[in-house]
């Protein structure tokens, strides 16, 4: 999930710019509320609540989910579960997992490439998606299941009829979920608008967040619509239970000013939910003492490539007015977290504060951290939040927080001292942590056995204890 950020200005400061910067949070504050507050929240697309917003957990099930022909994989993935909900004082409406839908050449057994999973078994010997769902029901929860299209994405707009492996694979899914009976949400080739995945139009095989000459992939946006739509009819034919997510990454991509959502959007009938991937990683690169702007969250709801930093006024396509308020579609953000653990030109003692800081400090009213961006809302009675989602949102209906530490080559945006140049740097193999409470940027994701900052599960504890936060699917 790489990602750069190109943003019209700094939001982040230093306690001596803060006044100086006061204006400036001002005018962006009264121009996203201007868009946002008083749109009601309307139930209307499949399991969509009418009124407040699903907490929803993405753990780390790797040692589970990969471990080979094992018994009491449904028993491990409850146990997870309860943990987290335990930890955290609420149980959690939505639980992700992520399947090869088919299997990719990523792994030593090239035997595996282009296969299917079933529901209830995978071709790799893995845990399966039965195994998985009955644990998130166990728990009271519901299942939210990525398919991701590892290889031949091409079946899937190309003679999709009976023969074709993946549309047979689609059905018999499709109709293992109905059997299901209860609500499950189907995430599609998510965040498409990128260019890591080998589903995406372009991958950035040159690392310079640049497309290259030759670095197509042959999958148009055109394509992937087509794609979206063919396995989204199966599903509605076949599984009344599912709910459709199209899902793309935040519009903040590398280089240049395109359109990084319309043109892959399937349509209105295609997807019953719009979801959306957004981190915050610190991608300019603040110092050690920079503080995070509490609106910047909206702000990337609202802003994207598109916009021109040469300029006052918003070239962007506006996410959130566009899918959520003009479309009337619920949003789902499908994953979110905050860490600062890659940046391995600070001290240890520096990118563990940092990150802590990135997640769960408040400055003040106007400055804070992500936890409190994503789950703070104006029931929150513990201190002044001045950018609350219930107010300025009220179409974000789900959120599921990504608890994991995962290791990729990190892509940054170095600014010179002038800011007359942007240079990328690469932190090659680094680590990003998301998970609340955990105190490990040793370049592992393996030993941190006890949770080093508790007052983060506390915040977190704090902010989706209101009612406003919902741990049950309706159907």
Known sequence: MKKIVKRKNQYYSMMPKIIRYSLIYKWLYLSIAFTLIGRPAICGEKFEPKEGCYIGMALDWADIATEKN???????????????NNETGKAHALVKQFIYFPHGAQW??????GKFPAWNNDPAGWASCEEFCKAVDINGGTPAIVLEPQAYFEYFYNEWQKGNPAYEATVNFA??????????????????????????????????????????????????????????????????????????????????????????????????????????RGWDMPPRDAKLWGGLFIHGLTHDSMDNPDTEESESVNFYKTFCEEKNKPLMLSETGATCTYRTDLTERDRKEMSYNWKAQRWNSKEYGWLISVYGTSYFDKFQIDYPIDKMLPKLKAIIWFNQAKSEDIPAKKISEDKSKIEIVWFKKGWFDYRIGWDSVSETNKYAPDNKYPDEISLYSLLIGSDYFISKVRP
């Not at 030593?108 to 490439?113: A, P």
């Not at 299901?180 to 995430?187: A, L, V, Y």
């Open 175 to 280: 109709e293992a979920c109905a059997k299901f009976k209860k609500p499950i949400f189907i995430i599609f080739a998510h965040e498409m608008n990128g260019s890591w995945y080998p589903w995406s139009a372009w991958i950035d095989r040159n690392s310079n967040l640049t497309q290259d000459k030759g670095e197509e992939t042959g999958h148009t946006p055109e394509k992937y619509q087509e794609a979206f739509r063919n396995v989204s009819n199966i599903f509605h034919k076949k599984a009344p239970n599912v709910a459709m997510v199209w899902c793309p990454n935040q519009g903040w991509l590398g280089k240049g000013r395109v359109d990084p959502y319309t043109q892959f959007y399937p349509g209105d009938e295609y997807a019953d939910w719009v979801g959306l991937d957004f981190y915050e």
């Open 108 to 113: 030593e057994n090239k035997s595996l490439l």
């Open 70 to 84: 094992s018994k009491n994989i449904t028993q491990k993935f409850s146990d997870a579960i309860a943990k987290f």
